[in-house]
């Protein structure tokens, strides 16, 4: 996978669109960290990508946490004393607090204001809340809503269920020459939000796309969690095979207009790490490097002291950067093709480094080899893609003594990657330098 492959198809018309127009059918669906919504999510996505779903059993330790019991919904609503429903699951499920219990029962107007939340700030944006690991009902509205609400006794019915089910994840495993792989990990358990989880998905889903058409040296591996605990729960499967993993990537609220923001790997300067940085540097776009905290996505769990796997998270706006964070007004218009595609491309660009990286050994060390006579330089464009082609040589026989690695050099040289890894098959197909051992 090199970077003029990941250039073509990253820039390929109409991909943005594509991404944006599947965040679109996963819109509607009211998923969680268990239940047939992320299922139902996982099996879409599988039509565009080899995707195998995997079930751990309601109950099953993984390490400190339990699987939890599997919740699934059918409808929700408050209703008024004249039956009237003041609030309805069925214009949008952040009406009701994920995982809430089942519950059907009249209370007054009272009683049912304990069980609201709003955002007074934002008074027509209804709040995702959520009651994960412990047992409890609510539902969440626009300001404007609870303030239309009068006194009286209300229908309160919330048709849920809590079961011994599963918890499901998705896992698209693409080969390469080696088994070292690099993953790339997304949270699919947020119920109608696009920034912050819809987005992820839908890069993923066709950052795979894209290389399971690529030639690659590397393996790649996605996986589609719900957040936290999905991610403990793969890394409790895949424990004895985790050290394959030379390289990975949290994708997370992906689609918004704003700069990419990278917040670096527990290790800080891993390979993932100066590649990403590597990348948007040479983009000329604006972007922001951030220090790993053990806050945020599942890099927290990737990057637990147990396992300190080199993976970073890649996002636009952070999670709470953004006034739309967790509200209904995190919705399609939030995302757009154009900042989909944006993603897609770095993150393509960012993959090709490290698939493309390698130390090389020059065979000619006793001073330059003369590469005039060999004619190296005849590819090349114009006079000025000539010269930097030639200075891109240069650097990658005098650096390639089996020390350095072709993104050191890259870095040393203040030249894209893309040209240096050109160069290095250049000198390899006129046997001026060969894989270091
Ligand atoms: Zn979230």
């Known amino acids: ?145 609870l303030d239309r609400l009068e006194d009286g006794e209300y229908e309160v019915c919330i048709d849920s269920t809590l079961t011994d089910g599963s918890l499901s994840y998705g896992e698209v495993f693409l080969p390469g020459e080696t088994q070292d792989e690099v993953l790339i990990s997304t949270h699919a358990c947020h119920p109608s939000l696009c920034n912050d989880n819809l987005s992820g998905v839908a890069v993923a889903t066709f950052l795979a796309r894209t290389i399971a058409s690529l030639p690659r040296r590397l393996s790649y591996r996605f996986v589609f969690v719900p957040g936290t605990i999905g991610a403990i729960a793969w890394l409790h499967a895949n424990q004895a095979t985790v050290s394959r993993i030379k390289h990975g990537l949290v994708l997370a609220c992906v689609g918004d207009p704003g700069r990419v923001t990278y917040k670096r790997s527990r290790k800080g300067d891993a390979e993932i790490d100066r590649a990403v ?47 739309e964070y967790h509200t209904s007004a995190d919705d399609l218009d939030l995302v757009t093709a154009g900042s989909l595609a944006d993603s897609l491309g770095k993150l393509l660009a960012t993959l090709s480094v490290v698939d493309g990286n390698g130390v090389y050994v020059n065979l000619n060390p006793l001073c330059e080899p003369q590469l005039g006579r060999r004619a190296l330089l005849r590819a090349a464009g114009g006079r000025k893609e000539a010269r930097a082609s030639e200075e891109a040589l240069l650097w990658v026989l005098n650096l390639s003594d089996s020390r350095h690695t072709l993104l050191d050099i890259a870095e040393r040289s203040g030249l894209e990657f893309g040209s240096i890894r050109a160069a290095a098959d250049t000198l390899i197909e006129h046997d001026l330098l060969q894989a270091a051992e």
């Not at 039509?47 to 330790?61: K, S």
């Not at 993976?311 to 950067?321: A, Q």
Request: glycine share 8%; net charge negative; charged share 25%.
């Open 1 to 145: 996978m090199n970077a003029a492959d990941a250039r073509r198809a990253a820039t390929e018309a109409g991909i943005g669109e594509s991404m944006h127009r599947l965040a679109e059918e996963l819109y509607p669906i009211c998923r969680s960290i268990t239940g047939d919504g992320l299922r139902q999510t996982l099996r879409r996505v599988g039509e565009e990508v080899p995707l195998e779903i995997r079930e751990i059993p309601t109950g099953t330790r993984v390490f400190d946490w339990t699987i939890p019991r599997e919740w699934n919904i059918s409808d929700a609503y408050v209703a008024d004393a004249s039956g009237r429903r003041v609030i309805d699951f069925r214009s949008s499920n952040l009406h009701v607090v994920n995982y809430s219990v089942p519950v059907h029962t009249r209370v007054t107007l009272e009683e049912l204001r304990s069980r609201l939340t709003a955002v007074p700030e934002r008074p027509d944006w209804i709040p995702y809340r959520t009651s994960y690991y412990r047992e409890d009902w609510g539902f969440c509205l626009s300001q404007a809503a």
């Open 277 to 323: 940085a590597h990348v948007l540097r040479e983009s000329g776009d604006d972007y922001e490097l951030l220090d790993f905290s053990p806050l945020g996505y599942d890099e927290r769990q990737y990057g637990s002291p147990g396992f300190d796997l080199p993976v970073g998270c890649f996002m636009r706006t952070p999670p709470g950067r953004f006034p």
